[in-house]
């Protein structure tokens, strides 16, 4: 079980570092963001912009991602199986 632990979050990991090989950043939103307030039959607007969370990783965060995964699934691999009693 602790070889498939390892294994998954290694796996994990590594998507991640992938992913932030091809995104250059992550905007987040919600859906309560993204509606408009508007009054009787939309004379009154809310002027006020959303604040939208903004995730922008440095260039090297992808391939320490991608390393510190792989080696963390190269490592369950070699954990020593258990013996059957």
């Given at each position: 079980m602790l070889r498939s632990m390892f294994f998954a979050i290694g796996m994990?990991?590594?998507?991640w570092g992938g992913a932030l090989l091809v995104v250059d950043k992550i905007v987040l939103t919600t859906d309560a963001e993204v509606q408009e307030?508007?009054?009787f039959r939309?004379?009154?607007q809310s002027t006020e912009k959303a604040k939208k969370r903004v995730i922008d990783p440095p260039e090297w965060a992808a391939?320490?991602?991608l390393s510190v995964g792989s080696v963390t699934m190269l490592y369950s691999?070699?954990?020593p199986k258990k013996k059957a009693e």
């Open positions: 994990f990991v590594t998507m307030k508007t009054g939309g004379f009154f391939f320490s991602l691999i070699a954990l």
